[in-house]
């Protein structure tokens, strides 16, 4: 890219112009005209999601690169559709931007967000650009699911055991990292970046999808049920303790996690303290990793499928306390709470 266009900003080329630029990143078979039409196929529930991300809020020059906010935003996205059991079938894209703003940052940003996509054979198909005194990003997904397959957070009863996919707190230890350079002086370099990538390249676990869906339908067989073992579930984006919360509130039920069960990155042991690295994991959010509530048997095979990692957290309990604790007995049980945790509008 020549240095004149890399310079030029939004105003400089206004909005139907940057429009066309756009939708060189859509299918042209889909856009053009006032809206998308998605076709899905009979059977299939439409799922709909939106996140909205603001400069400064979920993203700064600071940490994050224009195709790193790209790929967070469609990862945040593809992890609400996962989270629900829906695989997607495209996303909306809409922008408020500064005129001063540089074309190149918008054009980098959707380059992010189809990097991110394309894995799972997802289009961009439409969105609005607004001029606006702060950037500010607004994506919302389609998926598609079948209605005996949908994840609710209400679904959990006593009993089910708790399944995460993935390790939790790296994702906020790499954001540290980003803005605390000096931290983690023995982390080597391959474990300092692997933190860093994973606050700006998070993974979407629609992977999980069909494993799951997979060991139900066999286990249904196995027990000739007509219907599917109902699964209750979320993301842990806002972090593993809000999940739980989450969860157990719309269940009606409440939960004991083991601490000493709970994945976090291997780095952590010998670069954080175990009470930090427990805030982290709980706390820290965006990681982008599935929660889910299930029978103890499948749950245990859930986790030997998906591999490292993944791990059997806890378990559902009668009442509507979320309680961490530990067998060991050296750090003493505590109720989770979402007062840690980020939350909009908190001073």
Known sequence: ???????????????QRLLERLQRFCPPEII???????????EQSLVVTTDVLVD?????NLTTSPEDAGWRAAAANLSDLAAMGASPLGITVGLGLPGELRVSWVERLYQGMTKCLQKYNTPI?????????????????????????????????VGDAIVVTGVHGAS?????????????QNLKDAERTALIRAHQRPQARLDVLPILWKILDSQSKIQNLKSKIPVAGMDSSDGLADAMIQICRASGV?????????????TFNHWLPP??????????????????????????????HLGEGAALVGKITA??????????KKFPDQVLNLSQGFQHFNS
């Open 1 to 15: 890219m020549n240095s004149e266009l890399s310079s030029q900003q939004v105003k400089d080329i206004g909005e």
């Open 32 to 42: 053009g005209d006032d809206a998308a039409v998605l076709e899905t196929v009979p």
């Open 56 to 60: 400064g809020v979920h993203f700064s």
């Open 125 to 157: 198909v439409g969105g609005d650009v607004v001029r606006s005194p702060v950037t500010t990003l607004s994506i919302t997904a389609f998926g598609q699911v079948n209605p005996s397959q949908i994840i609710r957070r209400s679904a959990a009863v």
């Open 172 to 184: 906020h230890a790499g954001l540290e990292l980003l803005l605390h350079p000096e931290l983690g």
């Open 254 to 266: 409440g939960a004991i996690l083991e601490h000493r069960q709970i994945p976090v990155p291997k």
């Open 275 to 304: 009470e930090q690295a427990l805030k982290y994991a709980l706390y820290g959010g965006e990681d982008f990793e599935l929660v889910l509530c299930l029978p103890q048997e499948l749950a245990s095979a859930l986790v030997q």
């Open 319 to 328: 009442g509507s306390t979320v309680l961490l604790h530990d067998k060991q």
